[in-house]
């Protein structure tokens, strides 16, 4: 089994930074996706950035140009830089990974069990 941590939620103000990480473990032989989702009350989760194992990113359009994905391949981890925040980013942000698993094979699902963010206006 594969789990997932994320670290780095928090209150921020507007217009300021966070970092958030997210580390997988367990009978991990290779993670190719990790992304960062998040979910608002009220809301459907949506994709914020996923990133693949070499380097490819995707972003949600709401979150381009502020918002950077990166991964450590060698730590398992997921980073995601979160800049010039906004109130509406406020979220509980999830950590996902789609990867191979020693004891289950390929295309393996795996989430965290989210962080919360808050940022003041």
């Known amino acids: 089994q594969v789990q997932l941590v994320e670290s780095g939620g928090g209150l921020v103000q507007a217009g300021g930074p966070l970092r958030l990480s997210c580390a997988a473990s367990?009978?991990?032989?290779?993670?190719?996706?990790m992304g960062w989702y998040r979910q608002a009350p009220g809301k459907q989760r949506e994709l914020v950035a996923a990133?693949?194992?070499?380097?490819?990113?995707n972003y949600a359009e709401l979150v381009k140009g502020r918002f950077t994905i990166s991964r450590d391949n060698a730590k398992n981890t997921v980073y995601l830089q979160m800049n010039s925040l906004k109130p509406e980013d406020t979220a509980v942000y999830y950590c996902n990974a789609i990867l191979t698993d020693r004891l289950w094979g390929p295309l393996q699902s795996s989430w965290g069990q989210g962080t919360q963010v808050t940022v003041s206006s």
């Open positions: 367990g009978s991990i032989f290779r993670i190719d996706e």
């Open positions: 990133t693949t194992r070499s380097g490819s990113t």
